[in-house]
C-alpha cells in the first residue's frame, strides 16, 4: 500500500479498533492486507527447506488469527502491524521446526 494512501489510513484505523475491543471486522482487514501478508511469508519461506510441510497461506493464516486475538496487543500504524506479523510468522516457523 502506498505510504499516504486512504487505504493505509483505513487499514491502520481497523487495526486500532481491533486492538482495542472495539467494532471492526477482522475479514475487511485481511482483505486488505492479505497480499501483503502473503509476500511477507513467501519470502520468509524461501529461506526454510525445500520439503516443507508448512505453506505461505498457512503461515499467513495462522499469523493473523493469532494477531487478532492476542489480547491488549497495542497496534499503533500498519507498518507496526507488518513488523508484528513478521515477529509471529518468526515463531510459527520456529514452533514448525521443534
Known sequence: MNANSPMKDQ???LLTQLTQGQAGDPT?????????????ARQMMATERQN?????????????????????LDIN???HFFMLA?????????????
Open 11 to 13: 487499514a491502520t484505523q
Open 28 to 40: 475487511e482487514l485481511s482483505a486488505m492486507m492479505y497480499e501483503e501478508l502473503r509476500s511477507l
Open 52 to 72: 516443507h510441510t508448512l505453506q505461505p497461506t498457512a503461515l499467513v493464516h495462522e499469523a493473523f488469527l493469532r494477531l487478532i486475538n492476542a489480547q491488549s
Open 77 to 79: 500504524s500498519e507498518d
Open 86 to 98: 513478521a515477529r509471529v510468522m518468526r515463531r510459527i516457523l520456529i514452533d514448525h521446526a521443534r
